[in-house]
Nanobody, 124 residues
């Protein structure tokens, strides 16, 4: 059973940065990050293809968030800069079972394996 594990969440002041990591056991997967703020539905944040070549971001986050891969650690990394209070949410990592190496996925239904989530809180 694949169980992605997130790390790196915490409390940060507005304008600060955080780095989230997601480790998934076994082979390399296409990975994605989603988030869910209190009282809101879970939403797409960023995704990266299995080969790390292609990435996608929610339009509202382009320029502030960056997703990458660390193949040595078999992790997907989400770098979050210029954080705002509205970025406060539980951030979830997900892995897709697809074997297409150069494709990313932006919808929840494309992902089979989900982490438990990590809390990110941005204070004003």
């Amino acid at each position: 059973q694949v169980q992605p594990v997130e790390s790196g969440g915490g409390l940060v002041q507005a304008g600060g940065s955080l780095t989230l990591s997601c480790a998934a056991s076994g082979r390399t997967y296409a990975m994605g990050w989603f988030r869910q703020a209190p009282g809101k539905e879970r939403e797409f944040v960023a995704a990266i293809s299995q080969n790390g070549v292609r990435t996608a971001y929610a339009d509202s986050l382009k320029g502030r968030f960056s997703i990458s891969r660390d193949y040595a650690k078999n992790t997907a990394v989400l770098q979050m800069n210029s954080l705002r209070p509205e970025d406060t949410a539980v951030y979830y990592c997900a892995a897709s079972p697809s074997y297409i190496i150069n494709y990313y996925y932006t919808t929840e239904n494309d992902y089979q394996y989900w982490g438990q989530g990590t809390q990110v809180t941005v204070s004003s």
